[in-house]
């Protein structure tokens, strides 16, 4: 059946509610729409985020790091992106484009804001000197997928999964379109990953970090309903490999966990401000506490 015409007016206008199941999370200006005033723990780093993939970035690097043995305690809190407190005036004073995740870092003479998930992990990387290359063609390397995950994303979240699994209707046309793309990149990084552990190479670093939290879970069957079936994810075997790979790791376990307002209780800790919030802050122990 043929996608139903539209002819666009000469001038849009924006109508409250249009665009499916996350409409409210978007709006077509910037700012703030009501006051708020961000909560700050004692660590150097303030994390306001959210367990969707761009969040997951961030909380997973925090982890690994820690991991690793760096000094990079953080207080994470939760940015409840569908009840608007994007649109807050202390989360928009940090990230003016409203989006998740956003960070605080007080390590410094003055609080640094630091908005945009790959700015996040670069920024992060380069202060402890770890999952990144300190300079020569192998931290290029990591910087090529790293853009790439930012300029790719959009196409995987924004459009297949929005038309596949969130618009209130379904049309052949947009889920065709960002069907192939997905699968374009999905063999791109499969033929990638034929010859090498990890993204950029033979080592972990904040290219794995930035793509897994989309890829990795879509390959998991983690995002968007049947996609990882519809997509056929299963052929993509060092895709698969590699995602099973990462999901393994205890950092990225413990990330996946922290600012996670969804799924099942135990493996929701929608604040994390020291080790042992893992195991005695989770929502099925604490409950609506």
């Known amino acids: 059946m043929a996608d139903t015409p539209y002819t666009p007016p000469d001038v849009w206008t924006w109508a409250p509610g249009n665009g499916g199941k996350f409409a409210s999370t978007n709006r077509p200006t910037a700012g703030a729409t009501h006051a708020q005033t961000l909560p700050e723990g004692k660590h150097p780093f303030q994390l306001y985020s959210l367990a ?54 007080r390590t410094g003479d003055a609080p640094l804001r630091v908005f945009e998930s790959g700015s996040i992990l670069l920024h992060l990387a380069e202060a402890f000197g770890a999952f990144l290359p300190a300079s020569g063609p192998q931290r290029t390397e990591v910087m090529n997928w790293l853009f790439w995950q930012m300029g790719s994303a959009p196409y995987l979240g924004g459009g297949f999964g929005h038309f596949y699994a969130y618009a209130p209707e379904k049309y052949q046309y947009p889920i065709d379109r960002f069907t192939m793309e997905t699968k374009r990149q999905l063999d791109v990084l499969d033929r990638a990953l034929a010859d090498r552990t990890y993204i950029a190479g033979d080592d972990y670093s904040i290219a794995d970090i930035a793509i897994w939290p989309w890829y990795g ?73």
């Open 217 to 289: 879970q879509l390959a998991l069957g983690r995002l968007y309903g049947e996609a990882a079936t519809f997509l056929d994810i299963a052929s993509y075997e060092n895709l698969m490999r590699w995602a099973q790979a990462i999901d393994a790791r205890p950092a990225v376990q413990r990330g996946r966990m922290v600012n996670r307002n969804f799924g099942e209780p135990e493996t929701q800790l929608h604040e994390r401000h020291a080790a042992s919030d893992f195991d005695t802050r989770t929502q099925d122990k604490i409950g609506d506490q």
């Open 52 to 105: 969707t993939p761009n969040g997951v970035k961030v909380t997973v690097m925090f982890e690994e790091l820690l991991a690793a043995g760096h000094d990079a305690e953080y207080d994470a809190w939760v940015i409840d992106i569908g009840e608007g407190d994007q649109f807050g005036s202390g989360f928009v004073e940090i990230n003016p484009n409203s989006k998740i995740p956003a960070l605080l870092d």
